[in-house]
């Protein structure tokens, strides 16, 4: 039994033990993997800047199998992976140090501790914060950071750490002809070549955008995406990539070719593809693309990755990964970073960043869009409902069309080989109709996300100050409330949904609004809701009292009578029948219940109940005098 290591991190402690049959390898030549007799194969090209690979040998050999590596003249370094009790998620020690010194230690008593536990001094943060690095002299560095833990001086020491991040993308199954299949921009109601029915409207209204833009927007807007897998030949990307950057490697060679990454090409397509004649069409087909290649949940790694964005003027980053798993949630130091990107890039108008909600179905989101400046993003589908697998949490802040009912189509690397255990075209397209060589369908909040990224780049096209505040608080005021009134709370937000699905016309006219410093929209201009966001507005009732009789359907509960109102009116639009609301005390507070129709059979009220269903609105058939109660 290997010996446990316990580490701080941003929730505790980790107790981590060795892998007993994974080690990670940087070497100065590509083929020591490939040729050693003692490795079985690469597991993970980079991970923490090692090469993850899997011995031959198992247990206990491991060990002296790393040993006898290390010693050979083309391996720089070799380190043992580890895995927390009770998850087979391999973790790997960058070799960094994170060290925090008690108020009054001096640099060079600072100095004095490194040299005992031979690290190198690689970045100062503060009067007494650094980050070192190990040496060939120095521990393990979840040793030495484990033994400074211990150290008089020492207030801090956390070891950088890396694990591989979840891709958010849903593969389903599997030109510019394919313009007629992306819904998401103008949704018909329909596949032009298969047999299925779509949701007229449920888009994000992105040709309505262009259209009230004049433009497509603008090629002075760079959006990054970081992610792996980017085919920079992809006619799609033709004449638009600038400053492609590879994490793994340091160098501007952006991994390309390998199986198992291809997730950054679609993400990135949807995104900014060209309109050049051909492929699709990306929601801001103007803007630049960055190419930002080698995703990491090292902090080391983190902080690179957005003060690249912040020295390189990215004006939007967009990140479709990161991690659900509980034990691995962002210390402070990965939140400041991100902070920093999204208070200081743009030259103090912030970078826009957005993150993708994730793909498990859970209650919580990733934890990377948990943070509070980063706009996340989940799911909806074509037919405008919640995608069943986008998760859901208080920190949701859109959603935006993607799979769930019917995919979107997205580009496809060259080296991309579909999905798993499908045959013939069903590897990139659900119906096995291949529409393109070069494209695939394509879902998933990591669908999502880059979609929404194409709706700020849109913003700021029509309004470069917006500062990456302003865009969020567009993207929330400005979304579509679809699913059911009751999903959402007093303040209009919905776990499910966030505040609402995306509507890039309307961002974009908010956007062109504020530039032209024009004042709000007169309420004879607004919606009841928009009025009651602002805290304002002036409404006209027709109030007659309603007999504690006869049946209607009703659709949910309100604390906030602004909500009330904002469903009354909504409703009456929809269906043209009279609303009844009922009021009642509930432990002490007032509560409002609304009930569609007032029917004298049941029968009548169960029809409506059928039709409300059909229509989106989920309710419940109620006898009015129970309302009473």
């Known amino acids: 039994m290997s010996k446990k290591i316990i ?10 033990k060795k892998s007993d049959k994974f080690v990670g390898l940087k070497t100065k030549k590509k083929n020591v993997v490939s040729k050693s007799p003692s490795i079985n194969k690469s597991a993970i090209p980079n991970l923490g800047g090692f090469e993850v690979v899997e011995m031959k040998a198992k247990g206990k050999e491991v060990d002296n199998e790393l040993d006898n590596l290390r010693k050979d003249k083309d391996v720089e370094l070799g380190t043992h992976v580890y895995h927390v009790e009770g998850s087979d998620k391999p973790v790997i020690p960058t070799g960094h140090i994170y060290i ?26 503060g009067k007494h914060k650094l980050i070192a690095a190990v040496t060939s002299k120095s521990m393990n560095p979840l040793k030495v950071a484990a033994h400074m833990q211990q150290y008089p001086l020492v207030k801090f020491a956390e070891p950088d750490i890396d694990i591989p991040l979840d891709s958010y993308a849903t593969l389903v199954a599997p030109d510019d002809t394919l313009y007629t299949h992306q819904w998401h921009l103008d949704n018909a109601g329909f596949v032009i070549d298969f047999n299925k029915r779509l949701k007229k409207g449920a888009d994000a209204k992105i ?53 198992r990454f291809t997730h950054g090409t679609p993400c990135a397509s ?37 003060q690249h964005c912040v020295d390189n003027n990215v004006d939007i980053v967009s990140c479709s990964w990161g991690s659900t798993d509980p034990q691995f949630d962002l210390n402070q130091m990965k939140k400041d970073a991100i902070a920093n990107a999204v208070k200081n890039g743009r030259n103090g108008k912030g970078c826009v960043v ?112 917006l500062t990456a505040k302003e865009v969020k608080q567009i993207l929330m005021r400005t979304a579509d409330k679809i699913g059911n009134p009751s999903d959402y709370d007093a303040n209009g937000h919905s776990v499910k949904y966030g505040y609402g699905r995306v509507n890039a016309d309307r961002a974009v006219a908010e956007a062109i609004r504020m530039k032209d410093g024009a004042p709000p929209k007169p309420a004879d201009e607004m919606t009841i809701e928009e009025m009651i966001q602002q805290g304002r507005g002036i409404f006209r009732f027709n109030v007659e009292a309603q007999k504690a009789e006869g049946y209607g359907v009703q659709i949910g509960a309100y604390a906030k009578y602004g909500n009330v109102l ?7 639009k929809k269906f043209k029948l009279p609303i009844v609301v009922s009021i009642n005390e509930l432990h002490g507070k007032t509560v409002y219940k609304i009930v569609v129709g007032s029917f ?8 409506l109940q059928k039709q409300m269903k059909n229509e989106g609105v989920v309710g419940f058939v109620r006898a009015i005098e129970d309302l009473l109660v």
């Not at 580490?7 to 981590?16: C, F, Q, T, Y």
């Not at 004449?239 to 390998?258: H, I, R, T």
Request: charged letters at 20%; a negative charge; aromatic letters at 10%.
């Open 600 to 607: 004298k059979n049941i029968s009548d009220a169960k029809s």
């Open 7 to 16: 580490v701080k991190s941003a929730k505790g402690n980790l107790v981590l």
């Open 354 to 465: 957005l993150y993708a909600a994730g793909n498990e179905g859970l209650d919580y989101l990733n934890f990377y869009s948990q943070h509070p400046d980063v706009i996340a993003v989940g799911a909806s589908t074509s037919q405008d409902e919640h995608a069943f697998y986008s998760n859901s949490g208080e920190q949701l802040t859109v959603v935006a069309p993607s799979n769930g009912d019917w995919p979107l189509t997205a580009a496809r690397a060259w080296w991309d080989d579909g999905v798993n255990g499908e045959v013939g075209n069903f590897r990139f397209w659900r119906d096995g109709n291949a529409r393109s060589p070069h494209h695939k369908h394509f879902g998933g909040t990591s669908a999502a996300t880059p979609l929404v990224a194409g709706i700020c780049a849109l913003m700021l096209s029509a309004n470069p100050d």
């Open 207 to 259: 040709v309505d955008a262009w259209n009230r833009l004049g433009n497509r927007g603008s090629d002075k807007i760079t959006v990054a995406v970081i992610d792996n897998g980017f085919d920079l030949s992809h006619p799609d990307f033709e004449g638009k990539v600038v400053g492609p950057f590879d994490f793994w490697s340091n160098s501007n060679n952006v991994l390309q070719g390998d199986a």
């Open 270 to 306: 949807v995104a900014v593809a060209n309109m050049n004649g051909s492929g699709i069409v990306g929601v801001a087909p103007n803007a630049k693309f960055m190419p930002l290649s080698g995703t990491s949940f090292s902090l080391f790694a983190t902080e690179q990755m957005f």
């Open 100 to 125: 925090s010194f008690h108020e009054g230690t001096s640099e060079e008593e600072q100095l004095i501790v490194l040299d005992e536990y031979s690290l190198k001094l690689i970045i100062r943060k």
């Open 566 to 572: 904002i469903q009354v009116e909504k409703l009456q």
